[in-house]
């Protein structure tokens, strides 16, 4: 079996009466005295018992309030661990496209296998059923990540020359050449057959210039993985009846199980003359999806998909299917649905922040599908969904964020 290097996630730390900011992944709670009661019940950390198997567990945080239920809480947390490991086990080796296991057919084996029928378990055929019907052409630059992913463990700005578009012309044609056959659904497509089975389509032309290319992932998740993770194992959660608990990751992605009656949160952060600045607080309460795409990390931990150079320019992997370029229209976007996951929602918002320009108007018809937005605009906080609060608007050093209207 492959080894697969994983992240640290970021801790999760419990404030009374305040929204915590860890970063990115960085959900907060409002829980007021839960701090002062037993060990035994209340808002905890889960830990993801999976022996001595190899997970996604350091990219996750499942906090969950225990006893809330008819289930004591040691009997409840014992349940869940072993449920919530087991989980985050079949995730990494389900969505993989760097390791490979015995009778599971994954990203990789798919990669392995064009043109050929293949079953998948149905956590995988859900998430491929859903990149399938979004149109998004994201999944399709597996080639490209394949080479550009080395940008981001570069030490220095020398090292990143051949693996930069914008630096190299070689580099840029052939993430061209690539982002051709990609944004083309007669070159690539997948095609959902129903029952589990799924079929890589890669025409002729394509296959022979990735023989002559070497190519050897036609299909990758990269930064999107943990959207579909996310999604997973909240299904797995809500399927055996644990719905009193929130998921996050820690490069964005959050699922608030719809059990619990706190509130969630994240900052939303800007950059003001270069630094990034917590413009302000967003909350709510109840079922949630919740997606966060920035330009800058937000931390160490959050360095995993970003290079920046000594300019101050910074290299995402927030690529173009239509030229393979790296790209954000604004600095942060946050989307929320309640009716969707994350990957659904994540699927939606890439067309409207990984472009040249920022459509504010593309916002209004996300709004009338479910998917609400918040960002930044000229030292504004903008937020059109109707259930969720912004508050704690920064004021400091000469830099004042506000709400229109307010």
Known sequence: ???????????????????????????????????????????????AASGQEVSCAQDFVLDYDLGAGETSATVENKAISRLYGQACVDALQLFSNSGQWP???????????????????????????????SGDRTVYLGPIYELYNNIFSCQDDVLTAELDPRQDEDT?????????????????????????QVRLNVSEAYMDFAREQQIESFVDLCWMENAFIIDYLADVLTENGYINGVLSSYDGFLRALGGASEQFGT????????????????????????????????????????????????????????????????????????????????????????ADKFRADALDDLAAEGIYTAFCQDRQVLCN??????????DADGVRYTVPGV
């Not at 404030?15 to 907060?28: D, H, M, P």
């Not at 969904?385 to 920064?394: C, N």
């Open 1 to 47: 079996m492959e080894k697969v290097q994983l992240s640290s996630a970021h801790s999760w730390w419990k404030l009374s009466l305040a929204l915590l900011f860890l970063g990115i992944g960085v959900v907060a709670f409002v829980h007021g005295f839960m701090q002062l009661l037993s060990a035994e019940s209340g808002w905890r950390q889960i830990e």
């Open 103 to 133: 009778e599971r057919h994954n990203i990789r084996y798919l990669n392995e296998h064009p043109n050929e029928t293949v079953t998948v378990e149905p956590g995988l055929y859900k998430a491929l059923e859903t990149l399938a019907a």
């Open 172 to 196: 840029r044609q052939y993430f061209a050449d690539c982002a051709a056959f990609a944004d083309d659904p007669a070159a690539i497509s997948l095609e959902m057959l129903g029952e589990g």
């Open 267 to 354: 900052g939303l952060y800007d950059l003001a003359d270069g630094q990034s600045i917590p413009a302000a607080s967003l909350s709510f309460g109840g079922e949630m999806s919740m997606v966060y795409l920035h330009g800058h990390p937000l931390g160490e931990q959050d360095s995993r998909y970003y290079y920046e150079f000594a300019d101050g320019r910074v290299c995402t992997a927030y690529l173009d299917p239509a030229d393979g370029l790296c790209k954000n229209a604004v600095e942060a976007l946050v989307g929320f649905s309640r009716s969707g996951g994350c990957a659904e929602t994540l699927l939606r918002l890439i067309p409207v922040y990984v």
């Open 385 to 394: 969904a109707p259930d969720v609060t912004v508050s704690g608007l920064y």
